[in-house]
């Protein structure tokens, strides 16, 4: 929802103007919120919370504003390591290289920012990689690195010359193997301080001189800093917090003196998915050094998936709404205590109608749509985005129940087909890599169901199965941080009922969704809820219908409705929907009752399951007529149940109020969940 963050607020209007100093829009300076001492904000929650939106939004608005820069820790470039780089690489240093170049662009009202300092240490560790005769690579790699000390044609010039000299002094030592790592190093470095850092940049240099080991001396402590980072382990963890400290030392030193920078709001660092490791190595530097003192003026940003990462253990940790006008943050005796963690909240009800006003504005949508998709998604901003644009991008809005909205076309770019929603959500939320699996084990309970469905190998053989296989998916839902629930394998209810989409209409005569459930058929038939639950999802309804009624006099009342809710909670995609029309009273196909049943009975619970299952179904609209009959229904059973009377009246009575207050049908005492 780049358009429009409802709910987001708090950050994007809040906490970040009083780190920054100023508002996203707008050039009144704000007074800081933390002036010398500032918490890495890390915001937290699910996928499809909203968090990379709330980045580029920050993003778009500060930029050319004050110095800001935004990069994605999973991104593949982070990640593999370039053949011909392989001893001077590591995605921290090709995240630094990044960073530096975003943050360097002149802003608005002020001037450029230089990375002297960052420059000095990545040549060095780049002249690793360095060989004699291997000029283009030298001088490719040379020139974008030394583009950092000062941006322009002028200091191009300058760096190519040095490079020059770097190259032919390589060549003047190749005889044999040629030179070793170390001569390498240290000729590129005493090059880098004679020749390239040797009049204005020097005192930047200079930096260098207090790495550990460098007994006060910039050359020394420079190529310290490139064999460390060769030796890895904790050796190259050293460097590389070295390195992340040059990028920062830059950045305050340009607010320092007569800089206009001191014109602008504080740089920004936005890092987005930082639960990947170059999130952590990152982030945890910055954390240690400012709790040993070395304060910066550095916003950080970052975004994570989940909540419960180790790395924040102490952090100080606030909800959304709590960070709108004071974030509380304090520093504790703990290095994560520098963390303020921040949950990003699901949108509430009102934000959902908001953005389907926007989405809508011609109010051509239903009444009760909105809501509807709020109860659908949970209030995850992606679902809301998605379900929303597509509703507002078709020419008949009117026709549309949240089931039909999941499989309408959205568009995303103009110069773009529009996808069908559900499997533009599926993309966003779970890794293809995993999809079928997921997609299979949508329905199971519980971790033996989950294997029985694995060993039927259904989505094919992946050269897992069985209790393998599970594993890897429980694994892959506790990593991506999806909630659990009692009686539910994937327990987060919207993608649940987005793979149980896809499994229906996966395949055109979905044999694979009768497969699925005809093996959870087998596997409870003795279990008669679970049964008669996948029995529901076959179509199958009769079976249902006469355990509900032959159960019904001697159950106990609440354990009774408790069932009767497990039932109705299949799933439901069949066309066309016949379930008002039953729970009514008004359908002409229904089976009649069994011989010697009780008719009136058998009718009665026949209609108030039906009533059940569409009225808690996530796919379908809220109906007023059959919200009373099922009201009226459980009032008439009331009456003949010899020991819950009084449950099932309490239930005539909370049910339909719990349906309009949209929330979940409950035996609890009270009728509150």
């Known amino acids: 929802m780049d358009r429009e963050l409802f709910g987001r607020e708090a950050v994007l209007d809040g906490l970040a103007p009083r780190l920054i100093g100023l508002p996203p829009r707008g050039f009144q300076k704000i007074p800081f919120e933390h002036r010398d001492d500032l918490p890495a904000v890390v915001l937290t929650g699910g996928r499809g919370m909203g968090k990379t939106a709330v980045l580029k939004r920050l993003h778009t608005g500060y930029r050319q504003r004050t110095p800001v820069a935004l990069i994605d820790c999973e991104r593949a470039e982070f990640i593999e390591r370039p053949p011909e780089h392989s001893l001077s690489w590591s995605p921290v240093t090709e995240a630094l290289a990044e960073l530096g170049e975003q943050l360097a662009p002149a802003v608005h009202g002020a001037g450029a920012v230089e990375f002297p300092r960052l420059a000095a240490g990545l040549l060095s560790v780049a002249s690793l990689g360095w060989r004699p005769h291997d000029d283009e690579n030298i001088l490719a790699e040379g020139l974008r690195l030394g583009l950092l000390v000062e941006p322009g044609s002028r200091w191009r010039n300058q760096t190519r010359s040095w490079l020059t000299k770097v190259v032919s002094k390589f060549a003047a030592m190749a005889s044999g193997v040629g030179p070793g790592l170390d001569v390498v190093v240290e000729t590129t470095v005493e090059s880098l301080l004679d020749d390239l850092f040797n009049r204005g940049q020097r005192a930047s240099a200079d930096w260098y001189s207090n790495y550990p080991g460098a007994g006060g001396k910039a050359k ?89 990462h180790p790395a924040l253990r102490h952090a100080v940790r606030r909800s959304l709404p709590e960070v709108r006008h004071e974030s509380g943050w304090e520093r504790g005796p703990e290095v994560a205590s520098g963390a303020l963690a921040v949950e990003l909240t699901p949108l509430e009800p009102e934000h959902v109608r908001q953005f389907f006003d926007r989405t809508d504005p011609r109010q051509l949508t239903p009444p009760q749509l909105a809501r509807a998709v709020h109860r659908l998604t949970g209030g995850r901003p992606v679902g809301v985005d998605l379900l929303g644009r597509a509703a507002g991008q078709d020419a008949h809005p009117e026709r549309f129940t949240p089931a039909s909205l999941l499989t309408a076309p959205v568009t995303l770019r103009e110069d773009q087909e529009g996808r069908e929603v559900a499997g533009e959500l599926l993309g966003r939320l779970v890794p293809a890599s995993r999809l079928d699996w997921l997609t299979v084990l949508a329905p199971a309970h519980d971790v033996p169901s989950a294997e029985a469905l694995a060993e039927s190998r259904l989505p094919g053989d992946e050269g897992r199965t069985g209790l393998a296989a599970v594993r890897d998916i429980r694994t ?198």
């Open 220 to 308: 020394r402590g420079l190529t310290l800093l490139a064999l460390h980072f060769r030796r890895g382990s904790e050796h190259r963890i050293r460097a590389e917090r070295h390195l992340l400290g040059a990028l920062r030392a830059d950045l305050d030193a340009a607010y320092h003196g007569m800089g206009r920078l001191r014109r602008v709001g504080r740089p920004l660092v936005l890092l987005d998915n930082a639960q990947a490791p170059l999130g952590r190595r990152l982030v945890e530097p910055v954390l240690r050094d400012r709790a040993d003192g070395k304060r910066d003026h550095v916003v950080f940003v970052a975004a994570l998936r989940g909540h419960d």
């Open 476 to 673: 892959l839902l506790a990593d991506e941080h999806w909630s659990a629930a009692p009686g539910r394998f994937i327990g987060d209810p919207f993608l649940r009922t987005l793979l149980l989409h896809r499994l229906r209409y996966g395949d055109p005569d979905f044999a694979r969704w009768r497969a699925v459930h005809e093996t959870l058929r087998r596997h409870y038939r003795d279990e008669a809820p679970r049964r008669l639950h996948h029995e529901l999802a076959l179509g199958i309804t009769e079976n249902a219908v006469t355990y509900l009624r032959e159960t019904f006099p001697s159950s106990d009342a609440r354990d009774w409705l408790d069932e009767l809710r497990f039932i109705a909670s299949a799933p439901h995609f069949d066309a066309p929907d016949v379930r008002r029309p039953v729970a009514l009273g008004r359908s002409e196909t229904a089976a009649p009752p069994p011989p010697g049943a009780d008719a009136a009975l058998h009718l009665r619970i026949r209609r108030l399951l039906y009533a059940v299952w569409q009225l808690t179904d996530p796919l379908a609209l809220p109906d007023d007529e059959v919200t009373e009959k099922m009201g009226y229904e459980l009032g008439l059973l009331s009456e003949l149940h010899s020991s819950g009377n009084e449950i099932l009246w309490q239930a005539s009575r909370s049910w339909p109020q719990a349906v309009r207050e949209w929330r979940p049908l409950t035996t609890s005492p009270g009728g509150r969940s």
